[in-house]
């Protein structure tokens, strides 16, 4: 299948996750294609401030993933108005995913991927599965594999 993962990072945590998502995709025998968002500013105070200076096109995928740092209990402003200027997911299988400093998923990590989801759902994607990393904890690399391998069981 033809996978495209869209990540936005600031300081590479989500960036990482993506890429060993990346990894595990290929050695499915998926043919991935990994886009990274980037803003101007790099860290926008609000979505109205976004400017992106790439709008990767998710057209030609089957399957699309979006990997987002949380920012004030929302998916980072950058991926908010990147997926809001998506014209359609429809017939789209898609997984989210988002990564987190403080330790756990009602911090931020839980209305971050509802809201990624329902922006997604909004362009008629099929969300199948969704992930949350909370960096500073210990079982973080274990919480990473079980996210990945969720998420490439699409
Ligand atoms: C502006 C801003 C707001 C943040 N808000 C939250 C938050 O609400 N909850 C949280 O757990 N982490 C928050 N963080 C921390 C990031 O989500 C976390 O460090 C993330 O893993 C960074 O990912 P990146 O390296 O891919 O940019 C915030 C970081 C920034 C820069």
């Not at 949380?70 to 989210?96: D, N, T």
């Not at 329902?118 to 992930?131: I, M, Q, R, Y």
Request: net charge negative.
């Amino acid at each position: 299948m033809k996978v495209g993962i869209i990540v936005h990072s600031l300081t590479g945590h989500t960036l990482s996750v993506a890429n060993l998502l990346e990894d595990k995709l290929t050695a499915d025998g998926h043919q991935v294609v990994l886009e990274s968002l980037v803003s101007e500013p790099e860290q926008p105070s609000d979505i109205s401030k976004v400017n992106l200076q790439n709008i990767p096109d998710v057209s030609g995928y089957d399957a699309v993933f979006f990997g987002a740092p949380v920012w004030a209990f929302s998916p980072s402003s950058v991926m908010r108005a990147y997926l809001q200027q998506i014209p359609s997911l429809a017939e789209k299988r898609a997984g989210c995913f988002v990564t987190q400093a403080f330790p756990f998923a009602w911090m931020g990590g839980n209305s971050s991927i509802r809201i990624m989801k329902e922006l997604c759902e909004d362009k008629g994607a099929e969300v199948l599965h969704t992930g949350i990393i909370n960096w500073g904890r210990k079982k973080r690399d274990a919480t990473i594999a079980d996210v990945t391998e969720l998420l490439s069981s699409f």
